[in-house]
């Protein structure tokens, strides 16, 4: 079910977010287009915020997502009947602003269900990778209006009601850690949210030069390189699970990479083509990154609802400051933009090299001898991408004999809440009981 809402979000944002540009492009003209767009972009960013804020604050999001729901409605009739008696900037900041809520909703329901499986990047990209055929069906066969609308309205009524139907199993931890590991969990979150502004930047410099030739019909961003978005982030999805999270970083150094000779190939018309191929299929890699990195990440966060959805905060904000700046960048030297790309690639690179990103887990034949009890522990954490929650229970079940009702208590959990950090543990690293797991800490083979 949280697949099927995920894939229904994920059609509803690129098709709102299409329609309420066009719509706003057409009443107010061309020249104010990029303008309004990174307002539109702005709205939806400020949409997810205040869910989490909400969320956090009350616990109860039945009401918000209810009242997004009629507000969205409206929105979406004063846009497509009401243009003039009603300035359509209003509801189309607004419509933006209540799919940001619903889509806070979502994603935070994402981590939720997600936490501790064994393949979410599969689950995640599929469903992400669903919702872009069917917006590119959408767009090349629906091309009245009018039925966009109610598929828009059909759609963003079906998500709330399927996140009604979810279960929110996420228990907090903020009354399970400590202060050391709430700062350490904020702080990784932090870099990979500076992360995804930096690529998004990338990608919006990218985009705009698009954008600028789409509208000289030299090329087409409907066309079918489009659908090598969702293949993209279906294969991303899965490397993502199973190489164990560890090729994950160097995966997106290589996007961003791309992404700089992309804005290189832009600068003949042989290449369009070439550039939207490799733009389309690198940007899967880099949605998936954003997505599921703090959905698996934000239950163990100290905000949960606002972390679930901040790689697409980080997107929209970033993609907002480039579409701003569309005019300025456009008009600049081919050198400026490409020195653009390659400070900002340089920035990523440097995030990256100094907080240990770049580096690979070795194999299974990796010495275990010369390392210290806390270091092995390090490594493996890093090999299998345990989260710092994750670590903390791999330290305890792996250094006493003591019950696990008795760890628990130590740790001030539940014993049920134990049981889940370390089911999610075993199927991160293959194993199936606590003594393989041991076992496989000290690089020892085992069948469980």
């Not at 990608?203 to 509208?215: C, K, R």
């Not at 606002?306 to 400051?321: E, P």
Request: glycine share 8%.
């Amino acid at each position: 079910m949280c697949a099927v809402s995920f894939a229904a979000y994920s059609f509803l944002a690129s098709l709102s977010a299409m329609e309420t540009n066009a719509a706003v492009a057409g009443y107010y003209g061309a020249e104010y287009a990029p303008m309004l767009y990174s307002l539109l972009l702005l709205s939806t960013a400020a949409g997810f915020l205040i869910y989490g804020i909400t969320q956090s604050r009350v616990h109860d999001d039945l009401f918000l997502i209810l009242i997004s729901g009629i507000l969205f409605t409206v929105s979406m009739i004063l846009i497509y009947f009401f243009p003039v008696s009603v300035p359509v900037f209003i509801p189309a900041l607004i419509s933006p602003f209540m799919v940001g809520a619903l889509g806070g909703c979502v994603y935070y329901r994402a981590s939720c269900v997600f936490s501790g499986s064994r393949h979410p990047g599969l689950v995640i990209g599929g469903t992400y990778a669903f919702s872009v055929f069917v917006q590119f069906l959408v767009q090349n066969i629906v091309p009245h209006n009018f039925v966009r609308m109610i598929i828009l309205i059909v759609l963003f009524c079906f998500v709330i009601l399927l996140n009604m139907r979810i279960t929110d199993v996420f228990i907090s931890r903020n009354g399970d850690s400590d202060n050391t590991h709430e700062k350490s969990s904020d702080r990784s979150l932090w870099i990979i949210a500076a992360t995804v502004f930096v690529v998004a930047l990338m990608i919006g410099v990218y985009d705009g030069m698009a954008a600028e030739l789409s509208a000289a019909q030299k090329m087409n961003l409907a066309g079918w390189p489009r659908l090598l978005l969702g293949l993209g982030t279906l294969a991303a999805g899965y490397l993502f699970d199973v190489g164990h999270r560890q090729y994950l970083n160097i995966l997106i150094l290589c996007s961003a990479i791309v992404n700089t000779v992309n804005v290189l190939l832009l600068s003949t018309a042989h290449t369009y083509v070439l550039s939207q191929v490799l733009m389309y299929s690198s940007m899967g890699f880099f949605v998936l990154y954003l997505m599921v990195s703090f959905i698996e990440a934000a239950p163990d966060s100290p905000e949960p609802a606002i972390w679930a959805g901040a790689g697409r905060i980080s997107y929209l904000v970033a993609m907002a400051v480039t579409t701003s700046l569309t005019g300025l960048l456009n008009g600049a030297p081919a050198v400026v933009l490409d020195i653009i790309m390659m400070v900002l690639l340089l920035v990523i690179f440097l995030m990256f090299a100094m907080n240990g990103m770049l580096s690979v887990s070795g194999g299974e034949h990796e010495s275990q001898l010369v390392l210290s009890p806390e270091d092995r522990i390090n490594s493996f954490a890093e090999k299998y991408q345990l989260t710092l929650r994750e670590k903390e229970v791999l330290t305890a079940v792996s250094t006493n004999e003591k019950t696990l009702a008795a760890i628990a208590s130590e740790m001030g959990i539940s014993e049920r809440v134990l049981q889940r950090h370390l089911s999610s543990i075993y199927k991160k690293t293959g194993t199936q009981t606590r003594n393989g797991l041991t076992l496989a800490l000290h690089g020892i083979k085992s069948g469980s």
